[in-house]
């Protein structure tokens, strides 16, 4: 199980107050507890979290490094943010447990040009860049690696179709991963293709005054 230290500082569990003086010095207010485990209080620098919840790492597994003593393996639970400046104020964090599976988003990346890219013409597009799994800490995959080269076009890929080892699929089953459909020029030629029906010209009906002169009897001409 390969974790991401975050280092972390003891505190009291104190007033609104108390926690509003440490977030202007930087440092977010945050709790660590789980099973077998006495709720801590902790602050965690602001700037290191950055680090955290960068894109693809919002369920990084951790170890707190709390007043320089590690071995405290987490996952952030849940946190809050300010109303109006949306900064984060306060995190959860629920320690791990090597022998209990748990839910986390894990990134889908695509290697490879598609067959049906490279030689058909088609149009690739990525539908979901990441997944939920559901896995003990030590069987939960960095990332899900998925070469593509072979597929053709018309492919939709759900997300059931893959091989997560030991892990389970918690997203739903027919979340589709990514599709390739045909590019402009595959469906020009299909167009080409496809017979046309001749068109068959439609008489204009003759303007009915017209139609009336002509049927109508001519009268005779007045003698001089």
Avoid: W
Avoid at 13 to 19: I, K, P, T, V
Avoid at 72 to 80: D, E, F, K, R, T
Avoid at 181 to 192: I, L, N, P, Y
């Amino acid at each position: 199980m390969q974790l991401t230290t975050l280092n972390a500082k003891a505190r009291s569990a104190g007033s609104s107050r108390d926690s509003g003086r440490s977030r202007k010095t930087g440092n977010i207010p945050a709790i660590y507890y789980g099973k077998g485990r006495e709720t801590v209080s902790i602050s965690v620098s602001e700037k290191e979290l950055e680090g955290v919840f960068a894109p693809g790492k919002r369920y990084t597994l951790l170890d707190l490094i709390i007043d320089g003593k590690g071995g405290n393996p987490a996952v952030i639970y849940q946190y809050q943010k300010h109303n109006i400046s949306q900064k984060i104020i306060h995190i959860d964090f629920l320690k791990i447990d090597a022998n209990t599976p748990i839910a986390v988003r894990v990134p889908v990346r695509l290697s490879g040009i598609p067959m049906g890219v490279k030689n058909q013409g088609g149009s690739l597009s990525q539908e979901s860049h990441y997944l939920k799994l559901s896995a003990k800490p030590a069987d939960i995959p960095a990332s899900i690696e998925l070469d593509i080269s072979d597929m053709p076009n018309n492919t939709t890929y759900y997300a059931e179709k893959l091989d997560l080892g030991k892990a389970v699929l918690v997203s739903p089953k027919r979340t589709v991963i990514f599709t390739i459909s045909k590019g402009r020029e595959a469906a020009a030629t299909v167009a080409e293709a496809a017979p046309v029906a001749a068109a068959t010209p439609v008489a204009a009906p003759a303007d009915k005054k017209e139609e009336a002169k002509k049927d109508a009897p001519k009268k005779d001409a007045k003698k001089k």
